[in-house]
């Protein structure tokens, strides 16, 4: 089987940096996703990780320990835009390139 | 035009009807997935298909069945509906590694979402 575990929700305030985490237990794992969903919209691809280590794009950057079941996402500078779910997901080539979501992280940011 | 377009974009019915749910995509993609949400959650793969003939269960497929009529359609059906599968529903797709020529990353692409009442 499989467990997903993310915060339900999170605040920050503009400008400021956010961490959200996420950590997983999963067979046949290869590959950690996030996206973004915007309240009533698509959830957006926002990164991937199949190896251990920082993955940077932007002012999005996500990070992935396979040993530890652990990955982050690390938003930096901010924008009220960035109000919005946070989606967790695992899977991959492995698992038959369908993925395994986790209940998402609910961010506010705050002027 | 959207590349994952689903119809309809919003449904109300009644409990014991039967309802389908489509989608189309002008991606190319082989794979193609159906995920519902429900209000606070995060999304529940429903089925999943890997090319035409290829059509598999995913985490909750209780209750629905799926048509891949081509490689770019995908249908989702309902049976008899029941007021617990009221929920937001989406279909997404994504490549097959080595269709692209990029790295593949398995990426899903979402359509706009079919939001369905049952009362």
């Known amino acids: 089987g499989q467990n997903i575990d993310q915060p339900t929700e999170m605040t920050a305030t503009e400008g400021a940096i956010v961490q959200i985490n996420c950590t997983y237990q999963?067979?046949?794992?290869?590959?950690l996703f996030w996206y973004q969903q915007h309240a009533g919209e698509a959830p957006t691809f926002l990164s991937y990780n199949v190896l251990d280590g920082l993955e940077e794009k932007g002012r999005f950057s996500s990070f992935l320990s396979r040993s530890k079941g652990y990955s982050y996402l690390l938003l930096k500078e901010l924008q009220m835009k960035d109000s919005a779910s946070y989606l967790c997901?695992?899977?991959?080539?492995?698992?038959?390139?369908?993925?395994?979501f986790g209940q998402g992280t609910e961010l506010s940011v705050k002027p | 035009d959207a590349d994952v377009t689903q119809t309809p974009r919003n449904r109300i019915t009644k409990t014991g009807k039967r309802i389908m749910l489509e989608c189309s995509q002008t991606?190319?993609?082989?794979?193609m997935y159906w995920y519902r949400q429900d209000p606070g959650l995060g999304l529940q793969l429903i089925y999943y298909s890997f090319d035409v003939k290829d059509i598999n269960k995913g985490e909750i497929s209780d209750g629905y069945s799926v048509s891949r009529q081509a490689q770019a359609k995908f249908s989702l059906s309902l049976e008899s509906a029941i007021p617990n599968q009221t929920a937001l529903y989406f279909c997404?797709?994504?490549?097959?590694?080595?269709?692209?020529?990029?790295?593949?990353?398995?990426?899903?692409?979402f359509g706009e979402g079919s939001r369905l009442t049952v009362l």
């Open positions: 991606k190319g993609h082989d794979r």
């Open positions: 997901a695992v899977g991959g080539h492995n698992q038959g390139g369908k993925l395994i």
């Open positions: 997404a797709t994504s490549d097959s590694p080595g269709q692209g020529p990029l790295r593949w990353t398995g990426e899903l692409f």
């Open positions: 999963t067979s046949g794992f290869n590959g």
